[in-house]
């Protein structure tokens, strides 16, 4: 695993929306309405990454980068107040490994996932995109005031990542 990224400082929590979503961007609105590799349906949770590149592969295995490449889209960091509200989850703290790899999440990974948020403020778990990476999740209801937003700017994706055709 890549070591935690804020070692000498306070956590970073980076997310990329559309842009029409950049003002909701910490409120779970998509997670709560159809769950989430860590959250049932009904609970949200905003999902984030520890560094911007970690973020852009979490949109990038969903939309693509062509998407990337042509919708336009928000880039926000925001920081977390105090480091010792995050719990950082281990990759053998997970009770089932295939947990961490790409597939549908189960009943049980999101009951796991909604248990850790109600006990801690922030969760930094390890990315299924790139296991050599950090994911950090909050309850936006249970975490309000314990976070703030950094910058929003709009995002550019390097056009060589979304080439002409040949």
């Known amino acids: 695993m890549m070591p935690l990224p804020w070692v000498a400082g306070s956590p970073l929590a980076w997310r990329l929306d559309l842009q029409p979503?950049?003002?909701t961007w910490d409120r779970g609105i998509g997670s709560a309405e159809v769950g989430g590799r860590w959250n049932p349906v009904g609970y949200p949770v905003v999902y984030c990454s520890a560094d911007p590149a970690t973020a852009i592969?979490?949109?990038a295995v969903h939309k693509?980068?062509?998407v990337l490449d042509t919708v336009p889209h928000v880039l926000t960091r925001a920081r977390i107040l105090e480091v010792s509200d995050v719990h950082v989850v281990m990759p053998e703290d997970v009770p089932n490994?295939?947990?961490l790899r790409p597939g549908s999440p189960s009943r049980g990974q999101q009951a796991f996932g909604r248990a850790l948020l109600e006990q801690h403020l922030f969760v930094v778990i390890p990315s299924t995109v790139t296991q050599e990476s950090w994911n950090l999740l909050f309850n936006p209801t249970r975490a309000a005031g314990r976070y703030e937003?950094?910058?929003?700017?709009r995002f550019a994706l390097d056009?060589?990542?979304?080439?002409?055709a040949r």
């Open 149 to 153: 937003l950094e910058t929003q700017k």
């Open 159 to 164: 056009t060589r990542l979304n080439p002409p």
């Open 57 to 59: 592969l979490e949109v």
């Open 97 to 99: 490994v295939e947990w």
């Open 21 to 23: 979503h950049g003002s």
């Open 64 to 66: 693509g980068f062509p």
